[in-house]
């Protein structure tokens, strides 16, 4: 079992129609809060081996089984943002599943956060 001491938060990129009919692109958590996680820097044979197949990947993030998280979204945590690589969800269990992800290129990300009404 792996201690989750860590809090992150999982965003996703979404497309909305404001009150005025106007499409709105933007970085939305896609849970209220933060979520518990178990965090650590890849060892330097799986860096080798992701390497070898062309996956840049750098930390892994361990969070209780989620069926909403995609390649597309990014994990948010200490202030920086990770591009999810690969998901990994033990085959098929529904316990755990961890993140696999490199830190973006983009750190200048703007999160609108949830209002309150719709948490």
């Known amino acids: 079992m792996k201690l989750k ?37 890849l060892s330097g044979s799986e860096f080798y081996a992701s390497a070898m197949v062309n996956a840049a990947e750098e930390v892994v ?3 209780n089984h989620r069926t909403d998280v995609t390649t597309e979204m990014l994990v948010e945590y200490g202030g920086k943002f990770y591009d999810i690589k690969r998901i990994d969800n033990y085959e098929g269990y529904t316990d755990d599943i961890s993140l696999y992800c490199k830190l973006s290129n983009d750190q200048n990300i703007e999160v609108t956060e949830p209002d309150a009404a719709s948490v």
């Open 61 to 63: 993030f361990t969070v």
């Open 5 to 41: 001491d860590k809090k992150i938060r999982i965003i996703a990129f979404t497309s909305t129609t404001n009150e005025h009919g106007f499409n709105t692109e933007e970085w939305r958590p896609i849970h209220s809060g933060r979520l518990w996680a178990y965090y650590r820097q």
